[in-house]
């Protein structure tokens, strides 16, 4: 077994919602190894999203360690995990969530504005991901002259663009048609294959989740069972 | 420079609404500009006074109040006085009241002695008006702005002094000759200005014969301004015509202030012109902040930091009002000319406008650092829960 990517240990994720606490993770323990491709299902309110948030460091548990790409998270303060999910993560979520008022290519160039590439180079990069996931020719394209499918892809590349160690995918194919959201879930499988990315991907999608290599269940903020490698 | 493109694009995410905000700023520039630069002629009257070594002498109590003739004699007399002359205001337009007309009656000889090296006028012509009862020499400038030429006739109404022979408040005089200023500077405030025999006006006016508006004195030492100020007032101290003499810039500005506190009510002006205008940028701000709560929250998940977000939401409040600003201050700019027919002899200057650079920062400051301080804080969790 390779070494692991991701490695939480008895993490537990409570939030405070007025008067009351409410406990969405508890004692949850869980090595992902590097190059994996996990899909997180369950119900919702299972602690799908709250689990994938403190992998990519977006959230920070209330007890319990959480390691990524070699990264104590729960010691991170917000700035460092700013740097931290700039270096290591990219994100892609069920709504696309592009710039409206920047082209595809813009978006895409977005995470390259805090690294110290020029401007050249930055448009360099940003066109190969776009190639890399097949949309090169909507470059100029603004999200609203694209297609879901369309859309999404430019999200992956955005996620793709500064080379991540890992992929978090919140529930990429949820807005797209079949079609659409296979040929986003075989660009993904492709990524982790091909290109060796680690990606964690939410989903409700049984489908989609067959395209991972393996599938994680969640209940009430606990794992119910690791699935085998397909 | 880098996050330029990002600044200008969110800038215009909105376009109607961002091109209503740059309008309603353009115009509170504008009105800016043109207030600071009539505030800036206000304060910076160049009444045709000028020097350190000028010193002016009017009614103790309001220079409204006319001074006798005869006193000319006794500030003459003052020790460090070399020259001492006498004016007074005719108040006059020509043909409708916007034809202003800075008409003064003149003693010529003791004026053009006390003025020497001053004005440019040919021999000819100053020989010609002082030989003349009715000659008026009149400003290059005002002659061009009229069609005058020497050896016309022309009428001024003046808006105080009726005539003794038949009441009337329209004077004629004959243009014998015309002059310009050597100092460039003093060129806008003698722009206006004709001069006229001091006699002609004394023995044709109705009432106030043997009176003068105010003295003015050359000093042979300028340092001791003051003194010989103390000095002349003194020789009058406890008579029926007090006197209060003071430099020639201090009356000038004393002049202007009988208009009222002008400064005043221009800064108050523009203080409610800015103050409506924060609550609008402000509020666009705000909104345009709100609306993009999502989109900040992705900025922050790919890793911008609370800083560089806060500085993103400042930098696009900072170039929405600076470009404004700058609009609505050239806009101004170009309106000086206009200003100008408004103020006429006053000395208007480009250098009012700089304060308002300062003041567009410190509007995109207060208006862009709520929304700035909102984006900062903003929790990527709670932002992203309703986008995904």
Not at chain 2, 4 to 13: D, E, G, M, S
Not at chain 2, 64 to 92: H, K, M, N, Y
Not at chain 2, 310 to 318: N, P
């Amino acid at each position: 077994m390779s070494e692991a990517i991701v490695r939480l240990r008895n993490v537990d994720k409570r939030y405070t919602r007025g008067k009351q606490s409410v406990e969405v993770l508890q004692g949850l323990t869980l090595d992902i190894p590097k190059g994996e491709f996990v899909a997180l299902m369950g119900p919702s309110g299972s602690g799908k999203t709250t689990l994938l948030n403190l992998i990519g460091g977006l959230d920070t548990p209330t007890a319990g360690e959480i390691t990524v790409a070699g990264q104590r998270l729960d010691q991170l303060g917000s700035g460092a995990l700013a740097r931290w999910r700039a270096n290591h993560v990219g994100f892609v979520f069920q709504f696309y969530n592009l710039m409206p008022m920047l082209s595809a290519q813009r978006n895409v160039e977005l995470p390259l504005l805090l690294t110290h590439l020029s401007s050249a180079q930055r448009k360099t990069n940003a066109m190969a991901a776009l190639t890399l996931v097949g949309i090169a020719d909507r470059a100029k394209h603004k999200p609203n002259e694209l297609s879901g499918g369309q859309a999404q892809r430019v999200a992956i590349a955005r996620a793709l663009v500064a080379d991540p160690t890992l992929l978090v995918c919140d529930e990429p194919t949820g807005d797209l048609d079949r079609k659409s959201a296979d040929d986003v879930l075989h660009l993904l499988q492709m990524l982790n294959r091909e290109h060796g990315k680690s990606i964690v991907m939410v989903t409700h999608d049984p489908k989609a989740a067959e395209f991972a290599g393996r599938q994680l269940h969640m209940d009430k903020g606990a794992l119910l069972e690791a699935g085998t490698l397909v | 420079m880098k996050y330029f493109p990002l600044i200008w694009a969110t800038l215009w995410r909105k376009k109607t609404r961002t091109i209503f905000t740059l309008l309603s700023v353009i115009v509170a520039f504008l009105l800016f500009g043109m207030l600071e630069t009539v505030d800036y002629a206000f304060s910076h009257p160049s009444a045709g006074v000028t020097g350190a070594d000028k010193l002016i002498t009017t009614n103790k109590y309001s220079i409204t109040l006319p001074l006798p003739i005869a006193d000319a004699q006794q500030i003459r007399s003052v020790p460090g006085v070399a020259e001492v002359t006498w004016i007074s205001w005719f108040g006059a337009y020509y043909q409708e009241s916007k034809n202003f007309v800075f008409a003064l009656p003149v003693d010529a000889d003791s004026y053009f002695n006390l003025h020497k090296g001053e004005f440019i006028v040919s021999d000819e012509q100053m020989q010609a008006y002082r030989n003349t009862r009715t000659g008026a020499l009149i400003n290059d400038a005002l002659m061009k702005k009229f069609g005058w030429k020497v050896g016309d006739k022309v009428p001024l109404h003046s808006t105080i002094w009726t005539q003794k022979k038949d009441g009337s408040l329209d004077w004629t005089f004959d243009i014998v000759g015309t002059f310009s200023v050597k100092d460039p500077t003093q060129a806008s405030a003698q722009s206006q200005t004709l001069l006229f025999h001091y006699d002609l006006f004394d023995e044709g006016r109705s009432f106030g014969k043997g009176s003068v508006g105010w003295f003015e004195a050359r000093v042979s030492d300028p340092s001791q301004s003051a003194a010989i100020s103390n000095r002349i007032d003194a020789l009058f101290a406890n008579s029926p015509n007090e006197t209060k003499t003071q430099p020639a810039n201090d009356f000038t500005m004393a002049f202007v202030k009988q208009f009222g506190d002008i400064g005043f009510v221009l800064r108050a002006i523009l203080g409610a012109v800015f103050f409506a205008l924060l609550f609008l940028t402000g509020n666009t701000m705000m909104q345009s902040v709100r609306e993009r709560i999502p989109e900040l929250a992705i900025l922050k998940t790919l890793g911008f930091g609370d800083g560089m977000v806060l500085e993103l939401v400042l930098a696009e409040s900072l170039l929405l009002c600076v470009i404004a600003a700058i609009i609505g201050l050239v806009l101004s700019f170009a309106a000086l000319p206009i200003i100008k027919q408004g103020l006429q002899g006053m000395e208007l200057s480009p250098r009012a406008l700089i304060p308002g650079m300062a003041a567009a920062v410190l509007l995109a400051l207060i208006v862009g650092l709520p929304p700035a301080l909102r984006a900062m804080r903003l929790n990527i969790v709670d932002a992203l829960a309703d986008k995904r």
